[in-house]
């Protein structure tokens, strides 16, 4: 499962789940408004409120590891800080 850790996101491929909004069974994200894991498609039915909670979630990192490599997260765009397309 995906987490953080301090600043550090750490990616990892999810098992398919049922999705909490929908019921279909997908890859999910913890990207609802209420925390709730979402399907990709439930996700862009609101896009503007799932990337806020996303980058909400994100806010504080610096470096995302991937297939055990590492990135560092130079910046992160405005839209994602405050939810807001500019």
Do not use: W
């Amino acid at each position: 499962m995906s987490r953080i850790q301090g600043n550090t996101f750490i990616a990892e491929p999810q098992p398919a789940e049922k999705c909490e909004l929908c019921g279909k069974i997908s890859e999910l994200r913890p990207y609802g408004e209420h925390g709730e894991n979402i399907c990709f498609q439930c996700g862009m039915e609101n896009e503007e409120a799932t990337k806020f909670v996303f980058g909400n979630l994100i806010k504080d990192v610096k470096t995302v590891v991937r297939n055990d490599r590492e990135i560092t997260v130079l910046v992160l765009p405005n839209v994602l800080q405050e939810g807001k397309n500019e």
